[in-house]
């Protein structure tokens, strides 16, 4: 069965501190995506690669950073959270069609 | 940039047909994809359509009109399970996918 996974589901972190959200997939795809879902603003892209150590800015990549160091795994980091990055992050990985999502990541920023 | 329009909510009764529409702008279009997510679950992927006209799985169908730049997904015969959100998403040329803001639709008894 093809599966992203997602490390945390839930985590709570202060303003300031440096978030890694981390996600693998196990289907060998060489596409990797971070989104974010917000009420009302349905998905809205972040970051994505096509390829190890590639990444390529999407929609929303202010201040957000990536990381793909292996091809199955894709990390999205936040070098100091602030309040409006409280949200559900969703990783997904594609080979030449459908993306396959994780679970989410739901961060809370107090 | 681009732009994908969808109705915020649609509600309907079990055992009925619904359409959801989806219109969009943008550049370097390859397809428009439509993708189910329930409560608390994770986005999955329901279709896609590179062409014009009508693909159909099951009690779902997807339309697309490039020259009018608008699709549509459709479901038959609704049951309560149907109760979700629903995205369109478009592909363009040397870009991830990017979605719509979701429709969500409620199935009543």
């Known amino acids: 069965d093809v599966k992203v996974t997602q490390s945390s589901r839930y985590l709570v972190k202060r303003t300031g501190e440096k978030v890694f959200l981390e996600c693998v997939q196990d289907?060998?795809?060489?596409?990797m995506f971070w989104y974010r879902q917000d009420p009302g603003l349905g998905l809205r892209l972040i970051y994505f690669?096509?390829?190890?150590?590639?990444?390529e800015k999407g929609d929303i990549p202010e201040g957000y950073s990536v990381s793909r160091e292996k091809k199955e795994r894709f990390s999205l980091i936040l070098e100091s959270a602030s309040t409006n990055q409280t949200s559900m992050y969703l990783c997904?990985?594609?080979?030449?069609?459908?993306?396959?999502f994780g679970e989410g990541s739901r961060l809370t920023v107090l | 940039g681009q732009s994908l329009e969808q109705p915020s909510e649609v509600t309907a009764v079990e055992g009925a047909i619904v359409q959801i529409n989806c219109t969009y702008q943008?550049?370097?279009?390859?397809?428009l994809s439509w993708y189910q997510q329930h409560d608390g679950g994770a986005p999955t992927f329901l279709s896609y359509?590179?062409?014009?006209g009508l693909e159909e799985t099951g009690r779902f169908s997807s339309f697309l009109s490039r020259s009018d730049s608008y699709g549509y997904l459709l479901l038959q015969e609704l049951q309560m399970k149907d109760s979700a959100s629903y995205f369109c998403?478009?592909?363009?040329?040397?870009?991830?996918?990017?979605f719509g803001k979701g429709t969500t639709l409620s199935v009543s008894s």
């Open positions: 998403a478009v592909q363009q040329a040397g870009t991830a996918l990017i």
């Open positions: 690669s096509y390829d190890v150590k590639m990444k």
């Open positions: 289907m060998d795809h060489e596409n």
């Open positions: 997904a990985s594609s080979g030449t069609g459908e993306l396959f």
């Open positions: 943008t550049s370097g279009f390859y397809g």
């Open positions: 359509n590179a062409l014009d």
